[in-house]
């Protein structure tokens, strides 16, 4: 299994932006498809972005598109999340997740049959 390892959260104003970063190990990375997924205090971890491996479609949730973009680079093993227009309710722990050789429905995916990484705190102030 790989592993990952996020950076780039912090705190920012409502409308500033933000880029977040996976970096992977331990595996052919290029056979992973990646998704960031997000959860908020006293919610449910959900769906934000994802990207497939085989081709590098890109799927988002329906509240975040339009203002993130996510994006690869296999040359060097890192899935990025851009962050652009920031809300209040994006506050979150961001997580990245790898799931190998993964062509399925990222919006209904099992967490289960993710790697995880350790998550990294994503805080928009108003």
């Known amino acids: 299994q790989v592993q990952l390892g996020e950076s780039g959260g912090g705190l920012v104003q409502a409308g500033g932006s933000l880029r977040l970063a996976c970096a992977a190990s331990?595996?052919?990375?290029?056979?992973?498809?990646m998704g960031w997924f997000r959860q908020a205090p006293g919610k449910e971890r959900e769906f934000v972005a994802g990207i497939r491996w085989s081709d590098s479609s890109k799927y988002y949730a329906t509240s975040v598109k339009g203002r993130f973009t996510i994006s690869r680079d296999n040359a060097k093993n890192t899935v990025y999340l851009q962050m652009n227009s920031l809300k209040p309710e994006d506050t979150a722990v961001y997580y990245c997740?790898?799931?190998?050789?993964?062509?399925?429905?990222?919006?209904?995916?099992?967490?289960?049959?993710w790697g995880w990484g350790q998550g990294t705190q994503v805080t928009v102030s108003s």
């Open positions: 331990g595996r052919t990375f290029s056979t992973y498809s």
């Open positions: 997740a790898a799931r190998e050789y993964y062509s399925g429905n990222f919006h209904s995916t099992s967490f289960d049959s």
